[in-house]
């Protein structure tokens, strides 16, 4: 059954994993305080996939073509014994490429037990290299050094390149993107600079925040000339740009100005186990009930195959002012 395609011819290549929907930090354009506060309730242990549920479904996805596993959150270093869980997926045949994404607070001191599971790369986020700024967006008094710390970490322990994510808000951080770039080149690390996007409804997303990427290729070129580098793979979600002096390279992720869902080859499951095919979805199918109902590894791919095969999802192509205020999936619930 490998080799499913979309009504649009795109196959499915990456499986991006949330093991929890909580996150010590409360990010302005992903868990607003003002909505997840003290009193916010989130999914109950039980309600969670098990790590053997979640090795299952992604076996069964790479036989259907998946090779590279993204594990996401909330902040995935806060679920207890992940390391356990890289070790199952990193077992799984096919899985040429797991990853994990995190805010960098847990990072310095499990590093090394992630790298030891079968981890290979991080994505970290850092969203200025100023404290004041980066304070204000995690809005929990979190330091950068700290998260610096983690990358440290990180690369000591072999999860390289270490791919730094920054997302960028109009009136908010674009003072950052030169200081940001400047202080990863040369080091090894990708930074990938991101548009703030409208993921779910309570971010408070408006065209007017949107940094557009030519933008920050224009700010970061104007100290440090760049030039155009090639897609590594089909369905590569930054667009890459190296420096012409040899210092590396940065990528943008251009989902609001330059949509790139014609190539989109990625799906994403919840961490109570509901699959959505697309980061703006409204809905998703549930596969931790037809497991826990019985469901057999046939019936599992069969389900799988069925959504994939029928996905037409290309919302950042068709963005517009009734589109932007549909009900959406919160970020943190289906993971980045």
């Given at each position: 059954m490998a080799g499913v395609t979309d009504t649009m011819g795109r196959p499915v290549r990456?499986?991006?994993?949330?093991?929890?929907?909580?996150?010590?930090?409360?990010?302005?354009y992903c868990m607003p305080k003002e909505i997840f506060g003290k009193d916010y309730e989130f999914l109950a242990r039980d309600q969670l996939l098990s790590f053997e549920e979640i090795t299952r479904i992604a076996a069964v996805f790479a036989s259907e073509g998946v090779t590279?596993?993204?594990?996401?959150?909330?902040?995935?270093?806060?679920?207890?014994?992940?390391?356990?869980?890289?070790?199952?997926?990193?077992?799984?045949?096919?899985?040429?490429?797991?990853?994990?994404?995190?805010?960098?607070?847990?990072?310095?001191?499990?590093?090394?037990?992630?790298?030891?599971?079968?981890?290979?790369?991080?994505?970290?986020?850092?969203?200025?290299?100023?404290?004041?700024?980066?304070?204000?967006?995690?809005d929990v008094g979190f330091p950068v050094d700290a998260v610096l710390d983690g990358i440290e970490a990180a690369s000591a322990a072999g999860l390289d390149p270490v791919k730094v994510n920054m997302v960028v808000k109009r009136g908010v951080n674009e003072d950052s993107i030169v200081e940001v770039a400047e202080h990863f080149r040369g080091?090894?690390?990708?930074?990938?600079?991101?548009?703030?996007?409208?993921?779910?409804?309570?971010?408070?997303?408006?065209?007017?925040?949107?940094?557009?990427?030519?933008?920050?290729?224009?700010?970061?070129?104007e100290?440090?000339?760049?030039?155009?580098?090639?897609?590594?793979?089909?369905?590569?979600?930054?667009?890459?740009?190296?420096?012409?002096?040899?210092?590396?390279?940065?990528?943008?992720?251009?989902?609001?100005?330059?949509?790139?869902?014609?190539?989109?080859?990625?799906?994403r499951l919840s961490a109570e186990g509901r699959l959505y095919?697309?980061?703006?979805?409204?809905?998703?199918?549930?596969l931790r009930a037809a497991i826990r109902n019985g469901a057999d590894d046939a019936e599992l791919h069969a389900l799988v195959t069925e959504v994939w095969s029928g996905r037409a999802d290309r919302y950042s192509e068709i963005r517009s002012e009734v589109t932007k205020r549909r009900p959406k999936i919160e970020m943190s619930y289906i993971g980045g």
């Open positions: 990456d499986l991006r994993i949330s093991v929890t929907d909580r996150c010590n930090f409360r990010c302005t590279k596993i993204r594990l996401t959150g909330g902040e995935p270093l806060l679920r207890r014994g992940l390391e356990d869980l890289i070790g199952m997926l990193s077992e799984i045949d096919g899985i040429e490429d797991l990853t994990l994404t995190t805010n960098g607070s847990l990072l310095a001191r499990k590093a090394q037990a992630l790298a030891d599971a079968g981890l290979d790369r991080v994505t970290v986020s850092l969203d200025s290299m100023d404290d004041s700024v980066f304070m204000a967006m995690n080091t090894g690390h990708i930074v990938r600079f991101i548009e703030f996007m409208d993921v779910g409804t309570t971010n408070g997303w408006n065209t007017a925040a949107v940094v557009p990427s030519a933008e920050v290729v224009e700010r970061i070129g100290k440090f000339p760049l030039e155009p580098a090639d897609a590594n793979y089909r369905g590569e979600v930054a667009d890459r740009w190296r420096y012409t002096d040899g210092a590396g390279e940065i990528g943008v992720i251009s989902s609001v100005t330059q949509p790139f869902c014609a190539d989109c080859t990625r799906v095919t697309c980061l703006f979805a409204v809905a998703g199918t549930d």
